[in-house]
């Protein structure tokens, strides 16, 4: 089980690029959840996903930023017109149906976005 | 607002030595607690979780956590602290039960020297 799989790990983009970031769940997990990591600061919740739907996005930011989880493929997590303040690490957890009651969520190693 | 609070920064224990982690929680309800680790550079490990039952809980690399409902507090624990424990610490509350997201505290640096 290769676990939850980020790519890429580093990705430096200039201010107002796009940037595009991937996150494919372990085997047999259906959620997909999207955090984001500041310096020096703990993980801040963005959106939760499960196939095809988005579940709870309370954490995304309003404008530039959306997440999908389509019924094949990896869970995208998409920043258009990036700026510097985007600079983070961007993690991806994901877990089965039976979520938190029987399981912690697997994180990937993450994404670090970079604006220049 | 629900939370959890970490409120050291950064503990310093020397190898051998019983290490702790501190973290209290402001929830509603049966809260569903977590421990996570993240060494440099890398993503969060899961530690262990209180969900419910008995009040200490046994998880990966000999730490342990105690639930503490008149305290509202869940420290994390380890009896003879390792150099390689030297990491990130996050204390974690879910916000909505079993499918909710986590709510992390803004972690504690734990240094262990030889």
């Given at each position: 089980n290769a676990g939850v799989m980020q790519n890429p790990r580093h990705l430096v983009r200039r201010r107002g690029q796009e940037a595009r970031l991937r996150c494919s769940p372990m085997k047999g997990h259906s959620h997909v959840y999207w955090y984001r990591q500041l310096p020096e600061e703990g993980l801040k919740f963005m959106v939760y996903l499960q196939k095809e739907n988005i579940?709870?996005?309370?954490?995304?930011?309003?404008?530039?930023f959306s997440a999908e989880f389509p019924k094949e493929g990896p869970s995208i997590l998409r920043i258009q017109q990036?700026?510097?303040?985007?600079s983070a690490a961007y993690f991806c957890a994901s877990s089965p149906q039976t979520g938190l009651r029987d399981y912690g969520y697997t994180f990937g190693s993450g994404t670090r976005l970079t604006v220049v | 607002a629900q939370s959890v609070a970490q409120p050291e920064d950064q503990v310093n224990v020397a190898e051998g030595n019983p290490l702790t982690v501190k973290c209290t929680y402001s929830v509603s309800g049966n809260p569903y607690l977590f421990w996570y680790v993240q060494y440099p550079n890398r993503g969060l490990q899961f530690l262990l979780k209180y969900i419910t039952g008995d009040n200490l809980v046994k998880g990966s690399y000999g730490f342990e956590a105690e639930f503490n409902k008149s305290q509202t507090s869940f420290h994390l624990k380890k009896p003879s602290a390792l150099v390689s424990d030297s990491a990130l610490y996050f204390c974690a509350f879910s916000?909505?039960?079993?499918q909710g997201n986590l709510i992390f505290g803004k972690g504690t640096k734990l240094s262990v020297k030889p």
């Open positions: 579940i709870d996005e309370s954490g995304m930011p309003k404008e530039r990036v700026v510097r303040g985007d | 916000s909505g039960g079993s």
